[in-house]
């Protein structure tokens, strides 16, 4: 058994952790995925709801973006309308079934653990969570938009 407090021992919870809290997300008939973009799509600033920034958001190619819009789109959750900075690029907005649907969000179960703890611990969970992220990127994966993650978190 590893030592708990090992950073071995850190790491096997926080890998537990990470892949209960993704197990959240196949809830409502979706998947983690599609929560994800409904997410974005709702909190995003207005001209940055488009399937690109979603992919710069989420560190992907257009193509699973793609794929992911045009299911909620299927599905009666997200639409597509003109962007009138751009041509290109429709802006992507939940309808009122995804507002609804979003209000079912299974990451609410997540974040009412969090709020159990007290304020002192949530600011060092965030900057550990912070440290993590950032050691993450730097082995260079997929890179995330700072700017596009600062605005939603």
């Known amino acids: ?13 926080f890998e537990q952790s990470s892949r209960l809290i993704h197990g959240l997300g196949f809830a409502e008939g979706l998947t983690p995925a599609q929560w994800s973009a409904m997410r974005y799509f709702a909190s995003a600033p207005p001209f940055s709801r488009t399937m690109a920034n979603l992919a710069r958001f989420q560190g992907l190619t257009l193509a699973p973006v793609t794929r992911t819009v045009r299911t909620l789109s299927e599905k009666g959750l997200l639409e597509r309308r003109p962007n009138p900075r751009s041509k290109k690029a ?13 209000k079912k969000d299974p990451r609410f179960q997540l974040t009412e653990i969090i709020a159990k703890l007290s304020f002192e611990d949530r600011a060092a969970m965030t900057g550990m ?16 938009d700072e700017e596009l993650l600062n605005d939603l978190y």
């Open 1 to 13: 058994m590893k030592e708990e407090f090992s950073p071995e021992g850190v790491s096997a919870l």
């Open 90 to 102: 429709d802006l992507v907005i939940l309808t009122p079934a995804g507002k609804q649907l979003l």
């Open 129 to 144: 969570m912070r440290v993590i992220l950032d050691g993450l990127l730097e082995l260079g994966l997929p890179q995330l």
